[in-house]
């Protein structure tokens, strides 16, 4: 009888976390047990998934809910924490497999704590690469920590990349969407509304996530992320705009061939692939049926319509305390677009301008060394970022 997996969910009522959980649902009974749980404000949610799944631990990062998940939980002999530090508290509980869910830098900490267990770690918080690559690549080698990535772009070229065969790698390209505005012109981009932005055209995602693709900041991120992931320089990952987001990485070899992985759009296949790795497990995904979709087109990214992508190549390759900040000012520079603080072109805007003032800034940090380095530089970097906004909104 094969051992059951314990698993730990960091980010469980997102997108990502609620499909791992219910591929954990549809497994055959026993084959999973639930360490622990985590959201950050969703506490009615989270009193959900806990009492459907009987975790080990849940945590809420807003401590404003712990009295209604205590409550709500009285008596069920369900370990709880709440507010600034539980999340990581969580992440520190002994798992098997764990899924770092948690969007964009708050994921880094307790992504931390969990490589730190030396078993396997699927994440889609890209951020953790973004931020502090070197570092972050280096404790889990330390560790000893399988990295199982959840993107369907990494995913795929995780699954087509033969380590074996790495020197006669040319190149890996990721595919990208194009988002809802592949075909809207600047002029019409400048006018985007918040709703406009929100209706992606192929993928169910939280909306920061959906507004880095509207940008196409999130294929910036992913470029990062996949030079740490492969080991490859800026120059050999390529992006290509396919809107059927059928094929989702490509891996090209040195005598011609290219094997590429295909699928359905569904972020349960990539999430199945690093749940059952090194199996695979069934998963309830729609059937590729290539004969019915007839076409896949593929297409350059227009960086001049789309300049997140360029910012964030720059980034790489300048290194050093770039990818943080550009990563910091993004961050900052949604949530300005979805309270509707700035335009929709602002956005890539804010981030430039940030990166510019970030190197000679007396009060950032000029070097990347150690993890409090990268929470000064994203501390930093918010700053000024919500300073260029304040400013240009007097």
């Given at each position: ?69 205590r409550d709500a939980l009285d008596g069920l002999g369900i370990a709880i924490a709440c507010g600034e530090g539980a999340v990581v508290e969580a992440a520190r509980r002994p798992a098997d497999w764990t899924m770092a869910a948690i969007v964009g830098a708050a994921g880094l900490r307790p992504t931390l704590e969990a ?280």
């Amino acid at each position: 009888m094969a051992k059951t997996r314990k698993i730990s969910v960091l980010g469980a009522t997102g997108s990502v976390g609620a499909a791992t959980l219910d591929l954990i649902e549809r497994a055959p009974a026993g084959a999973f047990e639930l360490a622990a749980l985590t959201a950050h404000t969703n506490v009615d949610e989270l009193i959900r998934l806990a009492l459907k799944f009987r975790p080990e631990m849940v945590a809420l990062a807003d401590s404003s809910g712990e009295a209604k998940l205590r409550d709500a939980l009285d008596g069920l002999g369900i370990a709880i924490a709440c507010g600034e530090g539980a999340v990581v508290e969580a992440a520190r509980r002994p798992a098997d497999w764990t899924m770092a869910a948690i969007v964009g830098a708050a994921g880094l900490r307790p992504t931390l704590e969990a490589l730190k267990q030396g078993n396997a770690l699927a994440f889609a918080n890209k951020e953790c690469l973004v931020c502090a690559g070197g570092l972050f690549m280096q404790a889990a080698t330390k560790a000893g920590t399988e990295l199982l990535p959840v993107d369907s772009e990494h995913n795929a070229i995780f699954q087509v990349f033969d380590n074996r065969q790495k020197k006669q790698i040319d190149k890996i390209t990721l595919t990208a969407s194009g988002g809802p505005f592949r075909t809207w012109t600047s002029q019409q981009m400048d006018n985007a509304r918040r709703a406009d932005a929100l209706a992606h055209p192929t993928w169910e995602m939280g909306a920061k996530i959906t507004i880095d693709s509207a940008t196409m900041m999130n294929k910036g991120l992913e470029i990062i992320e996949a030079c740490w992931l492969f080991d490859l320089p800026e120059t050999r990952v390529d992006v290509a705009v396919h809107p059927q987001s059928i094929v989702h990485g490509l891996v090209h070899y040195a005598d011609g061939s290219v094997l590429a992985q295909m699928g359905s759009p569904d972020m349960r296949t990539p999430i199945a692939n690093a749940l059952s790795w090194p199996q695979r497990m069934q998963a309830p995904v729609k059937p590729l049926d290539l004969c019915a979709i007839s076409r896949l087109d593929f297409e350059a990214p227009d960086l001049a319509r789309f300049p997140a992508m360029r910012l964030a190549r720059e980034a790489v390759g300048q290194g050093g305390i770039l990818p943080a900040v550009l990563n910091a000012a993004n961050e900052i520079a949604v949530d300005a677009f979805l309270a509707e603080r700035i335009g929709f072109l602002d956005i890539a805007g804010t981030v430039e301008n940030v990166m510019e003032a970030a190197l000679g800034d007396a009060d950032m940090p000029q070097q990347l060394s150690s993890f409090d380095d990268v929470y000064a530089i994203d501390h930093r970097a918010r700053e000024l970022a919500r300073d260029l906004i304040a400013v240009a909104a007097a």
